[in-house]
């Protein structure tokens, strides 16, 4: 099947491949034309503007969209006009599902298709597959699935779940239509809250291991400082590298994200190469306002957010308030930073 | 190599069978003689009484204890004074480390040996090997290596780590020796706490998408109801069991956990069969006290654990409370639950 | 002064009456005659319709609506086109301050003046005074003075803030124009998601407290329970009610939320009156909301939000995931409630 | 009535002048003979040494330790061996109630008393009074009634809870025997963990009001960064002193802590001469953990402890797990802070 591609970054590039590997018929354009040109030399077709590439597509065309979420509106509003009743545009970057609910009603006045598709996969999509998460009309998803099973990884990928009926859905090859508009991305939303979720569960239990030395390890013994009681039980020095390796063989914590881990530790036990400065791109906090328009709880997703935030300085005030108040009712003065060196982690 | 295991449960029985199978000889007890004679059919050795297991074992012994943590002592007192000089007592339960630290001290006073290990796998253990983490001395830990060896699921369960070297440790093959007395159990505390966190952040992720139809039911408009805003961002009907599924395939969230939840759904979507009141067995509990004696924070796994708690009715007095600030500052009065029918999660 | 006052249920009555105790003039109206009717028996002059309070107020007219949120924008239908030019509407409800700067902006069109005001107070207010934050144009605030002085507790309410030039501003008198339109109802907003804050803090430490006799209670001795290791550290038969009241003098956490808890506990020292399933009427929401996207962590205030959704039910589907998971992966079999009656709260 | 006191430090000392206006006679030791002389000057009896301070009180004697937690151990060693069966002893300090209950378990055997009371009040206390909450037999305590009801604030205080039976308890006076020993300090305990709780809450939402102008910064439009997307609703410069200040006046969430903020705030609005490095000093923590022993969820006492750990850069290991789990599944590089000068809170 014939696909346009607006957006050849690092997902849109290797989803090209991955979709011309398997037999699907690209045509690629990007506003930087060195992007282009390097999918042309591995002998994909390229267009050098967006009326190019809709010209080159056959109708009814199906356009898939990979920028990122701040710039869907700006690249619809120049390609919509060039489109015809029937047409297809697939928006399969991080968008917030609000939007989609938006730009599908608009796009329908047009007679234009609007499919929303979270996914996931990131660098390793391309051999590996991309799970997808799709919402839109029913016929329009049905009329893209030699793309949605190309891009997939295809039920091999994991062993069958016991007591599912195969052709139930098409789920287990790794893309699922969700639901109407917006439906897609707000399945992916909720799949990156879990994931910030996760991230953090196991960031927190490796920093509870790396910290088991702690007895070892002279602690003030002031009003400001509480003291650790039994020094004697905080006298391990753990190698973490070990540790994540050997979860990832029959550990009830087994995963991909400890996969990750494991190989992050290999390299840089310390992980000195990271500042620990954690960026959040949006999903998370709607997945957490999402939460309370429903009423429903999260409060594992939420802290998990919240260390983000902190992470990046945001806690600063409320922190310099809490000082504030112990000053002023305790006389309690801060107490330095550790000189460097003796902090440890 | 020869092993006595005692506590024939779930777990102790499908190891022996396991290390049985895999080529090693277990002599075997339980309380239970229902429990012995089971595996005798299947071809192990049985024994009578703690007197008869340790009469068949050759020296310098070992004896695995596979036991509730709360009958460890006993079983220790007991045993010991059959033991002699140069045994190993192995503790492959959910012992608190400090216990360990406790009991290695004592034995090591009879020159008897105490390793603790930390096993992971569950009921799924005995096809896919157990996740071993073991804490105590480093000759007596290589001695027993082939049982760990046998118990693990082996080097070729998980694909290798990119840049490890793969002689460096055993944990590649699912074993792994932390550390001295209680590092074993330390570091399968540990685990547990990542397990909460991690099962909570699927959980809770879930709930948010099984409440993505908020806006289809009418909420009352109160002063004691935050109304939902905007209903039209929330009208869809999710099937989480094909979202679950579509997840392990390609996605960054796939784990063993998302596979037994994928498998759960198919044949009970609502979940019906579960009251949600979830036990915890300890080591969350000791993690979390662990990082607060560390300074460590882990606002993830601790929510976790209250989540617990919470799903067993402990904080109804803690919300009787604030029931009745909202009355006597506001009047505010508490509405009742909902008719069981229109509750939908 | 002059004042239309529609709404005159709990709040709104007694804010009338704080007004004419002060000296300022109220034209009363509600949908309710009654309502009316009881203000009028004490000497407060009444309207029978909109129309009514309109034509009885003098130009400009100041219209303070006292309504449920959710009743403000179909009150503003028709009283709107009864103003005109240069009269004033004060939404004194709990409306989120993105409605006010829509209707404010709408009002304008038609030159008239939107003014926001967060009230607190309770049931108290009418004698303690109320606390004002106020959102809109200075001009207009300002003409309001002699309302908002009234309503206010007034300087004498609370010591003076040492190193506070009195003269400043208003807030000393307990009220302040906090800054344009939405504003008013912005700091309510937090005010209110501190409260919820500082309402679980004092329930969940009584919780605590409430418990402290822990060790007198066998608990199972299962691998579903976790064993209280040391019962003789939670002896204890603590009298709450007396310790809420001892906190009320010289301690660090006197507050008059905690005056409420001392007269709560006096009178029920098991709150038998309530069943714990705590309201929350969208401020608390709106608060983490904003903390959200303004990217600042408030991990205790959404701890205290979700405490709230999970009081009525709102976790129950995701804590059935959690057994799921675990009778999954280890076989575990959820244990039911405890017998009532030997549920201790 | 006769006191012995030892340690005269910030509080200490402050009790002992509370105690002498109020017309007790103290005899005062510290290891610090200059903080001796302080008092002497202002007519106190001083005492030279241990030995001195026993030799110059009245049998049966009543001593009260106001010293830091970690050296409360050593002074007794030196203190008990000069005392005789039905001396006193008090500690006033912050001690882990475990302590209390080991000491006064270890004086027993020599007919010595031990009295546990968590002093709240701070440096306040010497005018207000101070709020004591106390454990150990109910004759000692009642026989050192004219010191406890000297140190506290006394009933007027505050105003009578509404209900109440004056005669009932002590509680109105300030002060209140709890229960046996270890029970004044567990309440302490709980006091201070609930302490935390309230002033993460006000610290929270007062940075919630300082980032109210969020939608005024341009911020970055990349796909590390979630945008703003209502940036009009962020665009207020809000009067945080202000505001501290007229929510003391009516509000729901007036309090001694609130009085304190606002008066922080008048002359440091940017609380400048803070860093944001929030100590701990051990009852936060002991919360907590009694919290997990009991079985009872306390995720805001948690969520406000681990704020401080978090302040204090021991989430930097987990921070930089998540970046490096970001960096290998997404390619996500770390964002650098924002260069100084931008940064606002």
């Known amino acids: 099947m014939q696909l346009g591609m607006i957006g050849l970054g690092r997902m849109g590039a290797d989803m090209v491949r991955r979709l011309t590997k398997g037999g699907q018929q690209c045509i690629v354009y990007d506003v930087q034309p060195a992007a282009v040109e390097r999918l042309e030399q591995e002998g994909v077709t390229g267009a050098s503007s967006l009326e190019d590439l809709v010209a080159q597509l056959d109708k009814p065309r199906a356009v898939w969209l990979m920028v990122p979420a701040a710039v869907v509106d700006g690249t619809l509003e120049k390609l919509v006009p060039l489109l015809e009743p029937g047409d297809v545009v697939i928006d399969g970057g991080n968008s917030y599902y609000h939007d989609d609910i938006r730009r599908g009603t608009e796009l329908a006045v047009r007679k234009l298709h609007y499919v929303d598709v979270g996914t996931s996969g990131g660098v390793a999509g391309r051999e590996r597959g991309y799970c997808l998460m799709i919402g839109g009309e029913a016929e329009i998803v049905k009329r893209l699935e030699p793309i949605f099973s190309t891009l997939a990884p295809g039920a091999a990928a994991a062993p069958a779940t016991p007591g599912r009926t195969a ?152 922190n310099r308030v809490m000082s504030a108040m112990r000053h002023d009712f305790g006389g309690h003065v801060e107490k330095p930073a550790a000189p460097s060196g003796s902090q440890q982690g």
Chains 1, 2, 3, 4 share one sequence.
Not at 225 to 240: A, G, M
């Open 167 to 318: 052709d139930k859905s098409t789920a287990e090859q790794g893309f699922l239509h969700c639901g109407p508009l917006g439906a897609g991305h707000f399945v992916k939303m909720v799949h990156n809250g879990i994931e910030y979720g996760l991230m953090a569960a196991y960031a927190e239990g490796l920093n509870v291991l790396r910290h088991a030395d702690a007895g070892k390890h002279a602690r003030d013994a002031d009003a400001e400082t509480s003291p650790l009681r039994r020094p004697e039980f905080y006298q391990y020095d753990l190698n973490l590298a070990d540790i994540a390796e050997v979860w990832r063989r029959g550990s009830v914590i087994g995963s991909w994200l400890l996969d990750l881990i494991a190989g992050s530790l290999v390299s840089d036990a310390d992980l000195k190469n990271y500042a620990g400065r954690v960026s959040d791109s949006g999903e998370g906090r709607w997945t957490v306002a999402a939460a309370i328009d429903e009423g429903v709880p999260t409060p594992v997703l939420s802290a998990a957010l919240f260390e983000r935030f902190s992470s990046r300085g945001e806690a600063d005030f409320a």
